[in-house]
């Protein structure tokens, strides 16, 4: 069976990359507009037409394409920040939280990740749920990422020469994720995000530091790592990285995951100083945004979940 699908918003960088990801599967049928693709009975037509559609657009503008859907069988994968907290959206990061798959499976609506918040999220949900990290914990999450998440403004501007090496940005402490940040993980008090830039295209590093000797159960970090290890054991595509320690840490190369939809987790730790550090790698154009959708596109369809992704 054939099943169509309509990228709405195809010419931006996550767009692109899911065409990429699609247009060589023989189980799909992309519908493409080609010059029409910004006429309004064009697109309506396309979005009411396919199985499935896939939003690549700026928040009021998916809003607006959602809007035009009236086949109640068209299933929606949204990749805009518009309704990641929507409780009447399925969140779409299927390894989050046991269910989460099956919910993906059987919505018809499903909001994808931003890229920070998947490494975020991986990285503590499940150590709010183990009541390792209290939802009232002050946590904070530093990360870097490379342009291409920036947009295509971003991205000329890095690829003309003459940025810096690295940005820091979000300075007013209300970036548009920590909403998506703090309701996935479970935690009640807001995220304090500190996201940069690097001078490179893609891949990203997602750090947490936590104080273990200031939480209530004073954790290990080998408690830690058996939480992260026991709540991904046997995911296709997130793993959690064997323990390591600050005398081993020799650097992790955010670009190390690129290319795929795969995402590593790791636990660093100084066992007698009661502190760890948290870090997730993933691709930041991979499981951060085109590869996680296409991964919900295949549940969705019933398809197999990893097909066509590595």
């Not at 590093?205 to 992260?228: F, M």
């Amino acid at each position: 069976m054939t099943h169509t699908i309509f990228i709405d918003g195809e010419a931006g960088t996550t767009g692109l990359e899911i065409r990429e990801r699609l247009e060589a599967r023989a189980d799909l049928e992309l519908i493409l507009l080609g010059d029409r693709r910004r006429e309004v009975e064009a697109r309506r037509e396309a979005l009411n037409a396919a199985d499935a559609v896939i939003l690549c657009l700026p928040d009021e503008a998916a809003k607006e394409a959602v809007a035009m859907i009236d086949n109640p069988a068209v299933r929606v994968i949204d990749a805009s920040t518009a309704y990641r907290v929507d409780p009447a959206w399925i969140y779409g990061f299927a390894e989050m939280q046991p269910g989460q798959r099956e919910r993906i499976a059987g919505a018809t609506r499903v909001s994808n990740p931003g890229c920070y918040p998947t490494g975020f999220i991986g990285l503590i949900a499940p150590l709010v749920r183990a009541k390792l990290v209290p939802a009232d914990w002050p946590v904070t999450v530093n990360a870097v990422s490379g342009y291409s998440g920036g947009g295509k403004a971003m991205i000329a501007e890095f690829e003309a020469g003459g940025a810096e090496a690295f940005r820091a940005y979000g300075l007013s402490l209300k970036h548009k994720h920590v909403p998506e940040m703090t309701r996935h993980t479970g935690l009640s008090r807001d995220v304090l995000f500190a996201p940069a830039v690097g001078n490179y295209r893609q891949g990203m590093l997602v750090e947490v530091p936590l104080h273990l000797s200031a939480l209530p159960e004073t954790p290990s970090i080998e408690r830690i790592h058996g939480a992260l290890a026991e709540a991904y054991d046997g995911q296709r595509f997130v793993e959690v990285a064997e323990l390591e320690t600050t005398e081993a840490m020799t650097g992790l190369d955010p670009k190390g995951l690129n290319g795929t939809n795969r995402m590593r987790l790791h636990v660093f730790g100084d066992r007698s100083g009661g502190q760890a550090r948290l870090v997730a790698l993933l691709d930041n154009l991979g499981k951060g945004a085109s590869g996680a959708a296409v991964q919900n596109l295949n549940l969705m369809l019933g398809l197999d979940e990893g097909a066509w992704l590595s």
